[in-house]
Nanobody, 114 residues
Framework: QVQLVESGGGLVQAGGSLRLSCAAS????????MGWYRQTLGNQREWVAS???????LYADSVKGRFTISRDNAKNTVYLQMNSLKPEDTAVYYC????????WGQGTQVTVSS
């Protein structure tokens, strides 16, 4: 079992920055790809970014060039640096980790005001 704890959400003005963190604990041996998703009320959860255990990254077109995903394998933590935030980035952000199966964090609210 893997437990995920997210932090770093909050309220920021458009153009601002936030950094999300997601720390994994429990059976962390063998953690593979880590990623971030987001969801707004009434909509499906959408993929934002992923990073493999080797450090390869992928981004959704909507965040490419503004968001940066990274990970610290020693701390079993994945980060999402979000710059140039837009009101449409407002959502609950979830981390997802693969370790034999998929695990989800509890979500952290990000609100971007115009």
């Amino acid at each position: 079992q893997v437990q995920l704890v997210e932090s770093g959400g909050g309220l920021v003005q458009a153009g601002g920055s936030l950094r999300l963190s997601c720390a994994a604990s429990g059976t962390t041996f063998g953690i593979g790809t880590m990623g971030w998703y987001r969801q707004t009320l009434g909509n499906q959860r959408e993929w934002v970014a992923s990073i493999t255990s080797g450090g390869n990254t992928l981004y959704a077109d909507s965040v490419k060039g503004r968001f940066t995903i990274s990970r610290d394998n020693a701390k079993n933590t994945v980060y999402l640096q979000m710059n140039s935030l837009k009101p449409e980035d407002t959502a609950v952000y979830y981390c997802k980790v693969f370790s034999r199966t998929a695990y989800w964090g509890q979500g952290t609210q990000v609100t971007v005001s115009s």
